[in-house]
C-alpha cells in the first residue's frame, strides 16, 4: 500500500470510527431516555396535577362519611366521624411523607390556614390523610408535620390499615390507586354546611379560611380570625 492510499485508508477508519462512535451514543442516550421515561412522565404528571388545581371550589354532594378508626400522629385512635368531623367544619387533603412536589405546599398551606382562623379552630378541623399508610406510621406523620412550624390541636394528620384508608378515600370521592397520581385537593363541608365543596389545595391559605369560616357561620360558630 502506498503512503497516499495508506493515508486516505487511515482517514476512512478515523471518520467510520467516529460515527460508530456516535450511532453507540445516540443509541445509548435513547435507551436511557427510555428506560427512564417511566419515572420522568410520573414525575412530570405529578407536578402537572399540582400547576393544573381547580381555581374554583366546585360542589360535591351525595358524600356519605363513615366512623373509620384511624390513627392521628400521636398515636391514639380516632373515629373519622365522631372525633374529627361530628358539629365541626372540615378542610381534608391527602399527602404523603416522601412526596417532594406538592404535598409540602399542601403541608405549608395547612399550617397558615390552621393560624389564620384563630379561635375559630375549636369548630374546625384540618384534616391530612395518608395515602401511603404503609410507609406513613403516626412518628413519621408527626416529624413530617413539624416541618411547617409546631402543629396544634386544629390540624390532625392520619393513617391507618390500608383497606381502611382506602375506603375513606372512596367515599370521601377523593382516592387514586396510584399515590404519585393524587391531585392536591381539600374537601370542605361539615355538618350544617350543606354540600360539600372541593377546591385546590394550593389555593391561598386566606382563601381558604374563608371558605371554611363562610361555613363556621352557617353554624353560628365564631369566626374572628388571627391576621
Known sequence: ???????CYLTALRVLSAAMA??????????????????QAMHHHHMAM?????????????LVIPDTTLIDQHGHKVRF??????DKIVAINTIFTTCTTICPLMGANFSKVERLIGDAGRKAQLISISIDPSVDTPDRLEAWSRNFG???P????????????????KAL????????????????????????????????????????QS????MGAPTQARH
Open 81 to 86: 366521624y365522631s372525633d374529627l368531623l361530628k
Open 154 to 169: 386544629g390540624w390532625t394528620l392520619v393513617t391507618g390499615a390500608k383497606p381502611d384508608v382506602d375506603a375513606l378515600l
Open 22 to 39: 456516535a450511532t453507540q451514543g445516540a443509541a445509548i442516550a435513547l435507551f436511557l431516555l427510555a428506560t427512564n421515561a417511566p419515572a
Open 1 to 7: 500500500m502506498n503512503r497516499p492510499t495508506r493515508t
Open 50 to 62: 399540582s400547576a393544573n388545581g381547580e381555581a374554583q371550589p366546585v360542589s360535591v354532594a351525595g
Open 215 to 218: 361555613r363556621l357561620q352557617l
Open 173 to 212: 370521592q377523593i382516592f387514586t390507586s396510584d399515590k404519585q397520581d393524587h391531585a392536591p385537593v381539600v374537601l370542605i363541608g361539615g355538618n350544617g354546611s350543606g354540600n360539600w365543596i372541593r377546591t385546590s389545595a394550593l389555593t391561598p391559605p386566606a382563601r381558604i379560611a374563608e371558605l371554611i
Open 150 to 152: 409546631r402543629p396544634e
